[in-house]
């Protein structure tokens, strides 16, 4: 006989062994059979039995009982083919059938299952329940569908698990009917040594409630431009917030003047009014506003000569 | 390329290395923080004549992982353990922004590529 699909074989050689192996001992026959079968009654001729055979394109039929789905045997091409020899098609299958049948019961194992499909060599065993009733019929094909649909299934439970303890990494774990986390600085004027504490300290703070490393950059890139517009531009400094939530992050910077005489014109790229001392720390060149808002997915900016000035800007948080 | 490869093709120093020895993919240089801000990605190396805090800010916020002085800028101590602190990598040269550059791209390390004309008033 020769086995040139002997799952048991292949799982000892290049099958991951013990995943498989310990499968096929916790899998019962009746998860992974055919329960649709289809059935013939032991008063139909061979005849018939040939045409069922041709029609359906299959290889062997189990003959239960009409009252009960009581197994009575097994019907091959085998026996048809011996039925054929002595031309006798037009006798009761009951002749023909096999009655001696290998069966599998629909409550073990399937690696009992297996065992007895690798020592028969047979192509499919019969299943029946504890009261010898028919309940389906189990290939290889079968089983190896099976395991697949059971590794599938254990696949996707740990990709949920691991989708799970992803959205913790952003608010998920807080509760509540609206989330947010505020960070306040206090920025101060013409301090180019301390300046940038602010955004440094909000990227830190989004790096560790979990947002992604391109949301952190960007709002931090944002974040610095308006912060160093703070320190060359006002009298007295001014202040950044830093609105968290789930879905967005706002990030307000505000101060008390001189305020901007044309905002239209301080938004085009290259417009600078910045003092050399500012050219000189590498900034005035006029693309602070255009960069911030090239990293915002919105940007406003109100302003009153002599009175402030205020940019709001919001991020979106991407669905992780 | 990785910092001691850096440092070998332009017979340079390692000033502080960066705490993930990263392989940068792109150079920039600029002495301007804003182009290097705009412009900016990861995996980035920065070479740049500018010393103040403001280029390791820079350098932070834009997660580039190497900063790369030319032009025989030793810094002073101040930005070397901020840059430290920010696990950034501090390289010196002693050659002009112009040769640092083309010893490192002759080495095969690329640039960020043709940019898009953006008008200036």
Known sequence: ?320 | MRVNEIAAVIDGEVLVSPAVDIEVEYAFAADLMSDILAFAKPQMLMLTGLINPQTIRTAEMSDIPLILFVRGKRPPELLLNMAQAAGIGILLSVYSMYETSGLLYQAGLSGIGKLTVIQQQ
């Open chain 1, 1 to 320: 006989m020769s086995q040139n699909f002997s799952l048991f074989a292949r799982m000892n050689k290049d099958l991951p062994l013990s995943i498989l192996h310990e499968l096929t001992y916790e899998i019962q026959v009746s998860e992974v059979m055919s329960p649709q079968v289809s059935t013939l009654p032991p008063t139909i001729s061979m005849r018939d039995v040939k045409n069922v055979m041709r029609s359906q394109r299959i290889s062997g039929v189990p003959i239960v009982s009409t009252e009960q789905q009581k197994l009575l045997g097994l019907v091959s091409v085998e026996d048809l083919i011996r039925a054929l020899e002595q031309n006798k098609l037009d006798a009761a299958v009951t002749e023909f059938m096999a009655t001696n049948l290998i069966t599998a019961l629909d409550e073990e194992p399937v690696v009992e299952a297996l065992k007895r499909l690798e020592s028969t060599g047979f192509g499919r065993l019969v299943v029946v329940d504890k009261m010898g009733n028919l309940a389906g019929i189990l290939t290889k094909g079968d089983i190896m569908a099976g395991l697949l649909r059971t590794l599938e299934k254990a696949y996707l439970q740990v990709e949920q698990l691991q989708q799970d303890e992803q959205s913790h990494h952003f608010f998920a774990a807080l509760n509540s009917d609206e989330t947010s986390l505020t960070l306040r600085y206090r920025v101060q004027a013409g301090d180019f040594v301390k300046g940038g504490q602010a955004s440094s300290n909000i990227k830190k703070a989004l790096q560790h409630i979990g947002a992604t490393p391109q949301l952190a950059r960007r709002v931090a890139i944002a974040t610095y431009e308006i912060e160093i517009n703070l320190i060359i531009h006002t009298d007295d400094g001014g202040y950044i917030v830093a609105e968290v939530r789930p879905t967005q992050i706002k990030v307000v910077a505000h101060d008390d003047g001189p305020g901007i005489a044309d905002v239209a014109l301080a938004r085009q790229p290259g417009y600078s009014t910045a003092s050399s001392k500012a050219r000189e720390m590498g900034f005035g060149a006029g693309m602070g506003l255009v960069n911030a808002e090239r990293c915002a997915d919105t940007l406003h900016v109100w302003s009153a000569w002599s009175i402030g000035t205020r940019v709001e800007m919001t991020f979106d948080v991407a669905v992780q």
